[in-house]
């Protein structure tokens, strides 16, 4: 089972891989990489910059009917160390088990179009920021069946986002360590257009800030107790609350939905 909301399982072909873009700043995958070497995980055993590609784990078998599986979480499947013949057996290996859809999330989005994708595998591209939209139009030219967009972590304002030919979008704030708070006026702009446009929106959390609350006084925000509790961040006044604690509910509500294509259920509480 996976904990990431969107997924039922992972599949990690290949570990490792290189900070590209500022939504890698915080990657949560490089502290969990740390964690798995230091418990003497024989599949991470070297640095998180070392790119390397598991043969062994083309030859997995998912058990059940049906489930969704997220490729690589722990990587770039498109990552500029994997050859063009690796990603096309990572694609055979997903298309061979047509009982299962297969997610496949990329920042390197300019690999996109050099590669066929069979119908059961959902292709997505990560858009934290407005400066990395030109990645969406790289997905369109895919044969994908499911064009998705990952708006993780969320650091600014995307401003209009064209989503013709996206069948989802995923957006959420960021969590960990040193992460950065995530306006809600951000995420609502990406809802309104997600439903005008006919798009299903999974909002997945806020992360670890919340906008604090309006009886939050100046005292409480200055007081050197609370200097980790506090920041100012886009004008607004945020309190750090933990992940668990800011949850997911955008103005009172819980987004939660699927492409209509989905086969399988996934984690919406």
């Given at each position: 089972m996976s904990k990431i909301e969107w997924t039922n399982e992972t599949w990690n072909i290949i570990t490792g891989c290189k900070k590209i873009s500022e939504g890698c700043r915080n990657?949560?995958?490089?502290?969990?990489?740390?964690?798995l070497t230091a418990m003497k995980q024989e599949k991470y055993k070297f640095p998180f910059e070392n790119i390397v590609f598991h043969y062994?784990?083309?030859a997995r078998v998912f058990k059940g009917k049906h489930k969704m599986v997220f490729v690589n979480s722990?990587?770039?499947?498109?990552?500029?160390k994997i050859s063009g013949e690796?990603?096309?057996?990572?694609?055979?290996?997903?298309?061979a088990q047509p009982q299962h859809e297969f997610q496949i999330l990329t920042k390197r989005a300019e690999r996109l179009p050099g590669f066929s994708y069979p119908d059961n595998v959902w292709l997505g591209v990560t858009v934290e920021n407005a400066q990395h939209k030109n990645r969406i139009d790289y997905l369109r030219q895919t044969n994908a069946k499911?064009?998705?967009?990952?708006?993780?972590?969320?650091?600014?304002?995307?401003?209009?986002?064209?989503?013709?030919?996206?069948h989802w979008v995923?957006?959420?704030?960021?969590?960990?360590?040193?992460?950065?708070?995530?306006?809600?006026?951000?995420?609502?702009?990406?809802?309104?257009?997600?439903?005008?446009?006919?798009?299903?929106?999974?909002?997945?959390?806020?992360?670890?800030?919340?906008?604090a609350r309006d009886e939050t006084?100046?005292?409480?925000?200055?007081?050197?107790?609370?200097?980790?509790?506090?920041?100012?961040?886009?004008g607004l006044y945020f309190r750090r609350v933990g992940k668990g604690n800011a949850g997911c509910l955008l103005d009172g509500k819980?987004?939660?939905?699927?492409?209509?294509?989905a086969t399988v259920e996934v984690n919406i509480v």
């Amino acid at each position: 089972m996976s904990k990431i909301e969107w997924t039922n399982e992972t599949w990690n072909i290949i570990t490792g891989c290189k900070k590209i873009s500022e939504g890698c700043r915080n990657c949560y995958a490089a502290t969990m990489h740390k964690c798995l070497t230091a418990m003497k995980q024989e599949k991470y055993k070297f640095p998180f910059e070392n790119i390397v590609f598991h043969y062994d784990e083309l030859a997995r078998v998912f058990k059940g009917k049906h489930k969704m599986v997220f490729v690589n979480s722990m990587s770039d499947t498109f990552n500029e160390k994997i050859s063009g013949e690796q990603i096309t057996k990572i694609l055979a290996a997903c298309g061979a088990q047509p009982q299962h859809e297969f997610q496949i999330l990329t920042k390197r989005a300019e690999r996109l179009p050099g590669f066929s994708y069979p119908d059961n595998v959902w292709l997505g591209v990560t858009v934290e920021n407005a400066q990395h939209k030109n990645r969406i139009d790289y997905l369109r030219q895919t044969n994908a069946k499911v064009k998705f967009l990952s708006c993780e972590p969320l650091l600014d304002d995307l401003g209009d986002l064209d989503l013709e030919g996206i069948h989802w979008v995923i957006a959420g704030g960021e969590s960990g360590k040193n992460v950065r708070p995530c306006n809600p006026q951000w995420v609502r702009n990406i809802q309104k257009q997600c439903k005008k446009a006919g798009v299903p929106f999974f909002f997945k959390q806020w992360g670890e800030w919340l906008p604090a609350r309006d009886e939050t006084t100046l005292g409480d925000l200055l007081n050197p107790k609370n200097k980790n509790a506090y920041c100012l961040f886009d004008g607004l006044y945020f309190r750090r609350v933990g992940k668990g604690n800011a949850g997911c509910l955008l103005d009172g509500k819980l987004y939660r939905e699927m492409p209509l294509m989905a086969t399988v259920e996934v984690n919406i509480v």
